[in-house]
């Protein structure tokens, strides 16, 4: 079974600073685009980030552009998300994501999640 293991999440005050991590098996982490996704209460799962493999480009959400930054680290298969300038609305459990298509099929692995909460 594949684990995606989730950590940082936390309680910061509105304006502070979080990092969190996933580490992911070596044979997903170097085929799979990594992503971050978060779900806040009585929303549906929303997509924050995504950093395929060595070379290609980033993406987020709108939300959290220019405040957060997805990277990953190849020798640790390990992808992060720097989140800076935090606001209450970022409150959510984020979940690491390894995803790839294949031949028609969609493969995606999660992670258990990992509770973020922002204080006003």
């Known amino acids: 079974q594949v684990q995606l293991v989730e950590s940082g999440g936390g309680l910061v005050q509105a304006g502070g600073s979080l990092r969190l991590s996933c580490a992911a098996p070596r044979f997903i982490f170097s085929t799979h685009t990594m992503a971050w996704y978060r779900q806040a209460p009585g929303k549906q799962r929303e997509l924050v980030a995504t950093i395929p493999g060595p070379g290609g480009s980033t993406n987020y959400a709108d939300s959290v552009k220019g405040r957060f930054t997805i990277s990953r680290d190849n020798a640790k298969s390990t992808v992060y998300l720097q989140m800076n300038s935090l606001k209450p609305e970022d409150t959510a459990v984020y979940y690491c994501?390894?995803?790839?298509?294949?031949?028609?099929?969609?493969?995606?692995?999660w992670g258990q999640g990992t509770q973020v909460t922002v204080s006003s």
């Open positions: 994501n390894a995803h790839r298509a294949l031949m028609g099929r969609s493969y995606d692995y």
